[in-house]
T-cell receptor, first 113, second 113 residues
Framework: AQSVTQLGSHVSVSEGALVLLRCNYS??????LFWYVQYPNQGLQLLLK??????LVKGINGFEAEFKKSETSFHLTKPSAHMSDAAEYFC???????????FGAGTRLAVHP | DVKVTQSSRYLVKRTGEKVFLECVQD?????MFWYRQDPGLGLRLIYF???????EKGDIPEGYSVSREKKERFSLILESASTNQTSMYLC????????????FGPGTRLTVT
């Protein structure tokens, strides 16, 4: 069965610092992986997705993620944090048919001046 | 732009009331999903539907039912609301095409008193 683990429920960085949000997956088949972002009082918005075309995936707002099969990881990074990046981030893996998703518990990112 | 709308942003109901949450999408997506979001637990799938009048249980269907009479509309029903159903409810929709992402509505924050 597929599953997702996000390490760190809260991450705090300074503005301009590197953002690294960790996601490890478990999957018995080649995984399709997603990162979503949720701003306060909003629904989830797709940041990027991995569909086996390329291991380094670029998304919106300067985020990217690298798929590492050997480490079963799909960590999200951004070189320089901005105050507007403060949000909750969810990693997800497709599980079963109909594009059902299994979500991680989420990581809340705080950006301080 | 894909649009997924939910009937209410905030809802307060009393224990034992029947509650209807409505979701409408405008992209002719085959699949629709209902999740509940709780702190530290991420998103958990309640029910999903892959076609009109078709539905499948997700991971936490107890206490909920759903209805999909038209392709664009997916309703979540709490037959007799209880305080442990106080949560954020998110609706999403997707094409069936493999690894196609889900699009989310803004969420309904339900409080049961």
């Amino acid at each position: 069965a597929q599953s997702v683990t996000q390490l760190g429920s809260h991450v705090s960085v300074s503005e301009g610092a590197l953002v690294l949000l960790r996601c490890n997956y478990s999957s018995s088949v080649p995984p399709y992986l997603f990162w979503y972002v949720q701003y306060p009082n909003q629904g989830l918005q797709l940041l990027l997705k991995y569909t086996s075309a390329a291991t380094l995936v670029k998304g919106i707002n300067g985020f990217e993620a690298e798929f590492k099969k050997s480490e079963t990881s799909f960590h999200l990074t951004k070189p320089s944090a901005h105050m507007s990046d403060a949000a909750e981030y969810f990693c997800a893996v497709v599980s079963g048919g109909y594009n059902k998703l299994i979500f991680g518990a989420g990581t809340r990112l705080a950006v301080h001046p | 732009d894909v649009k997924v709308t939910q009937s209410s942003r905030y809802l307060v109901k009393r224990t034992g009331e029947k509650v209807f949450l409505e979701c409408v999408q405008d992209m002719d997506h085959e699949n629709m999903f209902w999740y509940r979001q709780d702190p530290g637990l991420g998103l958990r799938l309640i029910y999903f539907s892959y076609d009109v009048k078709m539905k499948e249980k997700g991971d936490i269907p107890e206490g909920y039912s759903v209805s999909r009479e038209k392709k664009e509309r997916f309703s979540l029903i709490l037959e007799s609301a209880s305080t442990n159903q106080t949560s954020m409810y998110l609706c999403a929709s997707s094409y069936t095409t493999e690894f196609y992402e889900q699009y989310f509505g803004p969420g309904t924050r339900l409080t049961v008193t």
